[in-house]
């Protein structure tokens, strides 16, 4: 999703709150140094799907990875 940089805090802490209100656990939310943009990443306990934003290195774009309980290792730990 393309959104100007000075919005990736506000848009982030938007999505934290609403899916924490949902029942998905905070796994970790952060704001990047100098105004850079955030990262969040929420898991819901349900079914262990993980859900991870982060602002793009040209600050231009917000990734959104979905990973899988299915591909993750026995460990725990995804395998990308």
């Not at 952060?30 to 262990?48: F, K, S, T």
């Amino acid at each position: 999703m393309t959104l100007p940089v000075e919005r990736h805090t506000v848009v982030l802490e938007r999505l934290r709150d609403e899916w924490t209100a949902k029942g998905y656990e905070l796994k970790n939310f952060r704001v990047l140094p100098g105004g850079a943009g955030a990262e969040l990443d929420l898991v819901n306990p349900v079914d262990g799907f993980q859900f991870s934003w982060t602002t793009s290195g040209d600050r231009v774009w917000i990734a959104l990875i979905v990973m899988s309980p299915c591909v993750r290792s026995p460990d725990g730990k995804y395998p990308g």
